[in-house]
């Protein structure tokens, strides 16, 4: 599913009015019933006294058009304009005059005025995708005012105050329940904060033909089910061919563990396996191999110098480079601790292997400690798996700028880097070098726990393992781990859900 930007919305209308000729006024009465059907289904017949927040664009219209068709459906409806209507130009202008002769009960709204307890829920038609910066003056009063309320707020395309590029929320921000996305969602109501404060969000479609989101060239996208078995071929992988063996489904390298976090390695080579890749190795210090043996019996160990304490600073480069020979993938970093020139290692690594490259936890973290300036385009691909921390440390920013645009961030960085991008965290999203962007929404906060991670790493390093492009490997993965974690929780109560449930439940 397409997911756009307010500049792109604008595009998409101007294209569907100017090119294809649907007046605009159809596209608003088309949107304004949607989102009258919309709280029709959500409040039926028990809740029935609507207040309609009403701002002078054409969110605000939209709303006056949603009013409309509510009172006819025998709802007690009352506009609330939030400025003297009388100078409202355009298409706004048009549905007030008709609103006057409907008519539909209206005021202007005056603050600390309105007697809230009047109405059964609010509509919020006050700011949509032409919305610049924290809401002003009756806007920012009425918005306040509505949230305090405590009623249930319906918002109109996004909710007012809502950064619908970034997600990230002005003061203030309206708080709905439910958010009815006119023609395509937004990336606001699909990262957080934004995604919380939208509610339910569900996208109807006015007109404007989806086609001409890929005509434009919208290269951002929500994992449906759809986009997952149909473009993804997530179906298609599944199946494994009757006369397949062992080596059918490739052979993955997995640097990781040490001994304060050797679980890290057990719980990457465990889902690697349970990913369905045909056979793994997984390298570690020789001290902790002992220990660990049986621990994941189907795996290969492969013991690496120690250096007395179970850690990786005694393996030279030299000595974890010949063993990608032979592999399809290999992962890197789990656990694996920092040492004194681990960059350097890393980017020996990094340089002279050529089997396709998951990079995870302290990989990151050595990369990162080479700066900001990127290192040259290997010639087998590389997926980096990031949480927000991870991805600062990266790209030389605080977590905060990370978290404020998450989509633009990971567009920015996988194109320039040239590698596939999973930045983790609620509503994970992965950018392809080719500018392609994909959020997911499978998983809960359940999986907000250590260990949940490297699962996900050995998953799509299994994945591409078995030959999986890199951009199917990173999305598939995500959205199997997401999903897995959502199967889990369904069994069992979200805060005692384990890594290794997701495992389990892959
Ligand atoms: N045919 C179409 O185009 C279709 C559009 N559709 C609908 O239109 C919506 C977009 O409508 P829009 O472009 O008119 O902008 P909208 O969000 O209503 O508000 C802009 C107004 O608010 C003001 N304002 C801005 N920021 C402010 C702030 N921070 N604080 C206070 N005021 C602020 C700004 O005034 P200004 O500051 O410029 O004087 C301007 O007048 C879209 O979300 C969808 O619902 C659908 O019907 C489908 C067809
Ligand atoms: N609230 C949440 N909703 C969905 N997924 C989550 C949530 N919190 C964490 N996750 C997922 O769990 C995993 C945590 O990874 P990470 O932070 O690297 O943990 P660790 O390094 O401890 O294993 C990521 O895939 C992340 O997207
Ligand atoms: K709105």
């Not at 040490?258 to 045909?278: D, F, K, P």
């Amino acid at each position: 599913m397409y997911v756009v930007t307010a500049e792109e919305m604008r595009e998409l209308d101007r294209l569907t009015i100017e090119q294809i000729g649907i007046p605009s006024l159809v596209l608003m009465e088309n949107a304004g019933r949607a989102v009258a059907e919309e709280v029709f289904r959500a409040a039926g017949t028990g809740r029935t006294r609507w207040g309609v927040l009403v701002g002078k664009g054409n969110n605000g219209a939209d709303g006056v058009v949603a009013a409309r068709h509510l009172q006819d459906a025998g709802y007690d409806v009352q506009l609330l304009y939030v400025e003297d209507p009388s100078l409202w130009k355009g298409e706004s202008a048009v549905q007030r005059d008709i609103a006057v002769h409907y008519p539909l009960r209206s005021e202007v709204y005056v603050p600390g005025a309105v007697d809230w307890s009047r109405f059964d829920g609010l509509i919020d038609a006050l700011l949509g995708t032409g919305s610049r910066g924290a809401p002003r003056g009756p806007y920012a009063a009425i918005i306040e005012e509505a949230n305090a309320s405590g009623l249930p707020i319906a918002a109109v395309d996004i909710p007012s105050g809502l950064n619908a590029n970034t997600g990230s929320l002005n003061k203030p921000c309206i708080h709905a329940f439910l958010t009815v996305a006119l023609a395509f969602t937004k990336r606001g109501l699909e990262q957080f904060p934004g995604a919380e404060a939208a509610g339910q969000v569900i996208v109807r479609r006015i007109g404007i033909p989806g086609g001409l989101a890929d005509k434009l060239g919208v290269s951002t996208f929500t994992l449906t089910a759809e986009e997952m078995d149909e473009k993804q071929g997530l179906d298609a992988f599944r199946k494994r061919r009757s006369d397949s063996h062992k080596g059918s489904f490739g052979h993955l390298l997995i640097a990781a563990g040490s001994r304060t976090m050797s679980g890290a390695g057990v719980l990457c080579t465990r889902a690697a396996i349970h990913g369905g890749c045909g056979l793994v190795t997984w390298a570690l210090p020789d001290r902790i191999s002992g220990p660990l043996t049986g621990l994941v019996p189907e795996a290969m160990l492969q013991p690496m110098e120690d250096n007395g304490h179970g850690g990786w600073s005694a393996v030279a480069a030299e000595q974890l480079i010949p063993l990608t020979e032979g592999k399809e993938a290999m992962v890197l970093g789990p656990g694996m601790g920092r040492w004194d020139g681990d960059t350097l290692w890393m980017r020996a690594v990094w340089d002279q292997t050529d089997v396709p490259l998951v990079v995870d936890a302290d990989g990151l973290n050595m990369m990162a400690s080479s700066g900001t300036k990127p290192w040259p385009t290997r010639k087998a691909p590389v997926i980096l798996t990031p949480h927000p921390g991870e991805m600062a440390r990266l790209a030389g920013l605080t977590t905060a700028e990370v978290q404020a645009d998450r989509i633009g961030l990971v567009r920015a960085f996988a194109a320039e880097r040239g590698v596939t991008l999973v930045l983790k965290g609620a509503r994970t999203v992965i950018a392809t070098p080719d500018g392609k962007v994909y959020i997911n929404r499978t998983g809960n906060s359940g999986m907000a726990k250590g260990g949940s991670g490297d699962v996900l790493a050995g998953l799509i390093g299994s994945l591409l393992a078995q030959g999986l492009h890199p951009e199917q490997a990173a999305v598939i993965g995500v959205f199997l781990h997401g999903q897995a974690g959502d199967r889990a929780a369904a069994d069992k109560p979200s805060y005692a859900l384990t890594a290794s449930d997701l495992i389990t439940y892959l």
